[in-house]
């Protein structure tokens, strides 16, 4: 082998070996988080049981927004969550108060994303034994 074969198989190894170990060095790559379905801008909740509710939204790490006002049976509140300060991107979903009763948190978590769509809930039940449902 001649000196200048030698030299390219040298420098073709090194930058091998070189690229072998920059991969190895390399963390792999987290998998990317998947968020909930569906993904919505609002959240509404239908009081569909026979007491007065109010909600929040909270996340996944428990952060919430401010409640919305207290409502009787057969009437519902929306939440846009542009008007929150939580992230969009976030898993959110109700976090529902029934006056004198239990707080009872929404079956299912959606995403928050600025699209235009609404998750609707239902709260259902007495104030002591009562589901919220996620309808839409």
């Not at 198989?9 to 060095?25: K, P, Q, R, V």
């Not at 007491?51 to 057969?74: C, E, H, K, M, W």
Request: glycine share 8%.
């Amino acid at each position: 082998m001649t000196v200048k074969n030698r030299v390219i198989t040298a420098t073709f190894a090194a930058a091998g070996l070189a690229g072998l170990l920059g991969a190895a060095a390399q963390p792999a790559a987290a998998a990317p988080e998947l968020l909930a379905a569906p993904c919505v801008q609002k959240i509404a909740v239908v009081n569909n049981g026979g007491f007065v509710i109010n909600f929040q939204i909270t996340t996944r790490d428990g952060a919430l927004s401010a409640a919305t006002d207290d409502y009787p049976i057969n009437e519902w509140r929306l939440v846009d969550l542009t008007s929150t300060p939580l992230t969009e991107g976030a898993d959110v979903r109700p976090l529902v108060h029934a006056t004198a009763g239990d707080d009872v948190l929404g079956n299912s978590f959606v995403s928050y994303c600025t699209n235009g769509q609404t998750a609707t809930y239902t709260a259902s039940g007495t104030t002591l034994n009562y589901t919220v449902t996620l309808l839409t």
